[in-house]
């Protein structure tokens, strides 16, 4: 049960004071961690294909390792001297492990440069939380990218950690957060990353794939809540959840372009370099900065209902053993 008071109070927590600049963050450990140690395994010079995969697998074995056992190891620590000790720790890593509050304030710096005009500046936002290049995107794509950073990390920020937590902890937390920093900075399909990121890109998949659906029929349900279009959101879900490369991103993407009546994905540049993908969603309007805030009341209704849902299931197991 300690795991679970530990879960809402840095659930309220991030809510309250997101991710301040000034406040040292455990993500930023584990991105020096990946960025250290491609610099050390690049030393070896591997040249071949297999070998760049390799070292790319020994760098996410080690980063993943690392993420679990130093906060298990803390908290067992703690557990040996005191409960509630433990519990304070426990709750301050769940807070920072989460990241609403964070997915909103940066997709909301996208909204105000667009609502002010200054479309220059809203691609910069931009090109902060997305991997596409934003330097060329038009006022509607610009908007379009905000909502679809949302609408994804809504699984892989918010509903994921939040399930990783409710089964192991903050330690099993936080080697989900390993993983997902893992993708997100090796996890590419260009000529650097190719094979050395391969491992990291599967990994994440595995990880996100049961999170990713769940997080999308809770979505459904905060959609029907959150007064958007409840019925279409089914729709495209149903329709379009496997438009994407990756097996996991099109699900909460789905749910949201239906929610909102618009069309997100298609073609994107990365690197300078045009990738073709399939649209989520129909065009029934033209996407707006309003849906920025549209998908962050998504965003926290979904939040809150996995918040609810996830607690009452892991409290009933509790119970029932």
Known sequence: MLTIYALITGFILDLILGDPIWLPHPVRFIGLLISSGEKLLAKLNSTTNPGKFVCGMVLSVWVVAVSFLIPFGLLYLLGTVSAGLKFIVEALMCYQILATKALKIESM??????????????????????????????????AKGAVETVAENTSDGVI????????????????????NTLDSMIGYKNEKYLYFGKFAARLDDVANYIPARISAYIMLIAAFFAGLDFNNAIRIFHRDRHNHTSPNSAYTEAVCAGALNIQLAGSSSYFGKLV?????????????AEDIKRANRLLYTTAIWGLLI?????ALIVFLL
């Open 109 to 142: 710096k996208v909204y105000q440069e667009l609502k002010k005009g200054d479309l220059v500046k809203a691609r910069e936002y931009l090109s902060r939380i997305v991997s596409r290049d934003t330097e060329n995107l038009s006022y509607a794509k610009t």
């Open 160 to 179: 994921a950690p939040m399930l990783y937590i409710l089964i192991g902890g903050a330690p099993l937390g936080f080697l989900y957060k390993g993983i």
């Open 276 to 288: 073709e993908k399939p649209t989520i969603g129909d065009a029934i309007r033209e996407i707006e």
């Open 310 to 314: 996830g607690v009452g299931v892991r």
